[in-house]
């Protein structure tokens, strides 16, 4: 069975930086794309970053600049570096990786908690 596993989540304060790492396992098919989202408490799970295999990262606005997304197809890992953070960041960030067949894999989810 698919697994995918995050870590890295924490306590920090603004401006800080935070990296956040993801891993896919007892893969069946290639993972063609891999994306973090987030969900904030009382809001719906929100798309942060995207990357299609040999294709190119695309970002919410909201991240644009401070977020960057970097993958390993080899490893099937990706990591999420947030710079910059700020307290509107505060989220359960969660990895999902997508198959060449569309079937959608998700991670438990890392806190992320930015606060003065």
């Known amino acids: 069975q698919v697994q995918v596993v995050e870590s890295g989540g924490g306590l920090v304060r603004p401006g800080e930086s935070l990296r956040l790492s993801c891993r896919v396992s007892e893969i069946i098919f290639s993972i063609n794309v891999m994306a973090w989202y987030r969900q904030a408490p009382g809001k719906e799970r929100e798309l942060v970053a995207t990357n299609s295999r040999g294709g190119t990262t695309t970002y919410a606005d909201s991240v644009k600049g401070r977020f960057t997304l970097s993958r390993d197809n080899v490893e099937d890992r990706a990591e999420l570096v947030m710079s910059n953070l700020k307290p509107e960041d505060t989220s359960v960030y969660y990895c999902?990786?997508?198959?060449?067949?569309?079937?959608?894999?998700w991670g438990q989810g890392t806190q992320v908690t930015v606060v003065s």
């Open positions: 999902n990786a997508r198959d060449i067949g569309y079937k959608s894999y």
